[in-house]
């Protein structure tokens, strides 16, 4: 850390003795966050956020920044950045996430809070194309699925954290549960997909709704951020809340012309996205435990990879996967 001060106060020119740094909560990736003081003469108190992360990263997370400012969605705003270091020093814009207001929020309040988390995901989904931005290159398409089914599933999840050996049959039958989702989801028309459009990236600011950790964003389905959003793995919504939710959702998006599965496939392609998200979910938790030592989200590693079983046990296609998977979970009780 102290290093990192140093870095700091070169790169502002300032006394690195008045930079003050505190490591801060971390998310479910290798970057790091810490609340910084002293580096604004005018403010010197005033508490920022830096981001240190792979450059690349720091590059498309500056890249995102840029092209939401251009089109007036609200993220965080830059003071400071360097590439070559592999950091960004940040706006704060506090801890007021919408989990946490959700916590203590009255039913009716609730609604009206994801309404307003919907439009904003409306906005970002109606942003026209970047033809030349890093988003427009990256996609949600066969490989990218191919990639978090044998990487995170297969490998972290299933192989590492639950100490399971698939054998070749076993995983023919998981190589073509997964041809089958992303025969289906990678089809679709595609949209600006945050990538992990939830709770706890969605902040309330002087009732201004400011998204966050969006670098890793691309092209895909228009449900999968709002199968993000409402299946979320930190908050719970009943059923009846979901339907409304979704309901409204379709009725906005029909009026903005985004592309949509029609109302007799649209449940088909929500569970299937379901299923998707959150079996990457819990391989991507387990990945976080097993290279970053970070076991803030080991807890729901169960919770959501048995989210995704509840889901596909409604379909008789996928009764062979469901039983395999089920027995998976079930062969190393300590990870129960």
Known sequence: ?????????????????????????????????????????????????????????????????????????????????????????????????????????PHGMVERMYEGAIDLLLAVQTLPPDPSGVVSKRFFDKEKFRFEHDFHLCQKLITNYFGYTLSGSEKKILDQFYETISDELSTLPFVFVHRDFQSSNLIYKKEELVIIDFQDARMGLALYDLVSLIEDVYVTLDKDLKNKLINYYKSAARSKHIPNPSDQNFSWIYDLTTVQRKLHDAGAFAFCFENFGNIKYLPYINTVFQHALDVMSRYTIFSEPYDLLTMISHANPTKK
């Open 1 to 105: 850390m102290e290093n990192l001060k140093q870095l700091i106060a070169a790169d502002l020119q300032t006394d690195p003795v008045i930079i003050k740094l505190a490591p801060s909560e971390t998310g479910a990736s290798s970057k790091q966050y810490y609340l910084v003081s002293g580096i604004s003469d005018g403010y010197p108190d005033e508490l920022f956020i830096l981001m240190q992360a792979p450059p690349d990263t720091v590059s498309d997370y500056l890249e995102i920044t840029r092209y939401f400012e251009r089109y007036h969605i609200r993220s965080p705003r830059i003071f400071y950045s360097n590439i070559a270091h592999g950091y960004i020093i940040l706006e704060n814009c506090g801890n007021h996430t919408l989990e946490i207001w959700l916590k203590n929020a």
